[in-house]
């Protein structure tokens, strides 16, 4: 039973931050839930139809979500604000709609057969999942996503292609959609379209803006809070989906940044040599 929390709530970690990672270029996402299902899918294929073993499936199952979350990120990045959430909703019913009509992979009855993961899984996922996103928040690149997140015209000013930007960054979050989606997969053995319906898109959301969304910790927090608190209420479970819609709004009335509002700093600062200050001085006298 820990095992199964321990597995569930690491999952959702990597759900969250997979979100978080197409926030950091400003885009908001509300498919992520597809792209976990193409993930688990596209494993399930690999290792159910064909023998692959779960470790050699999980990177090209995730490489195959990838490229497809680029092909149809091109065409929606034209879109901005709430018109971008519509559109990625609708990729996320449609892939629904094309699961359950597609009979090699058992259309709604689902498919089976699925084993393999193990806690140790997820837990190297998370250590390198988590070692990227800290490198990505101390180098430059930080300043660059924050740029197009804050004003892609003042960024594609200073020379920044923001439409790379943007989807190379949806491109890496339904990678680790893709990846969690693996590993979910082969931990409940079965698994049915309608495991990965648009309410999972919309919790992965709530995780980030739940615990922040200006630092890689704050969607950490938000997995862990919204994993645990369910068991907390479980005698309220007709109750839950009420309680959880007071607590976003309560959230955004007090907390509108998340639990954890402070921003990480990019680029350490360079300590100044004895001397620097001085020669700079005389320089400037000349």
């Known amino acids: 039973m820990t095992s199964d929390y321990l597995i569930f709530t690491g999952l959702n970690i990597l759900l969250a931050w997979s979100a978080y990672v197409i926030l950091m270029s400003g885009s908001l996402s509300f ?57 990625t909703i609708g990729i996320a019913l449609c892939l629904r709609a094309v699961l359950e009509s597609t009979s090699y992979i058992g259309g709604v009855r689902g498919m089976s057969g699925l084993v393999g993961t193990q806690l140790w899984h997820i ?9 990227l996103l800290w490198w990505i928040s101390r180098s430059p690149l930080q300043r660059v996503l924050d740029a197009v997140r804050e004003d892609e015209s003042v960024a594609r000013a200073m020379g920044i292609n923001t439409v790379f930007v943007k989807a190379a960054m949806f491109g890496i979050g339904a990678a680790i959609a893709a990846m969690a989606g693996a590993l979910y997969a082969h931990h409940m053995v079965f698994v049915r379209p309608e495991n990965f319906d648009i309410l999972v898109s919309i919790y992965i959301v709530l995780y980030v803006i739940l615990g922040g969304t200006n630092n890689m910790w704050g969607p950490v927090i938000g997995a862990v809070a919204m994993t645990l608190l369910p068991e907390v209420l479980r005698g309220l479970a007709d109750w839950r989906p009420t309680l959880f819609g007071v607590l976003v709004v309560l959230m955004l009335l007090v907390r509108p940044e998340g639990l954890l509002a402070f921003r990480s700093r990019s680029v350490r600062p360079r300590p100044m040599r004895a001397g620097a200050p001085q020669a700079a001085q005389e320089g400037a006298n000349r």
Request: proline letters at 5%; a positive charge.
């Open 31 to 87: 498919a992520n839930g597809a792209f976990m299902a193409l993930g688990a899918y596209a494993s399930g294929i690999l290792t159910v139809k064909f023998g692959w073993p779960l470790l050699a499936a999980i990177p090209l199952a995730a490489l195959a979500t990838s490229a497809v979350a680029v092909l149809l990120s091109l065409p929606a990045l034209r879109t901005r604000g709430v018109y971008l959430i519509l559109v």
């Open 123 to 131: 837990a190297v996922l998370l250590v390198a999942v988590g070692t």
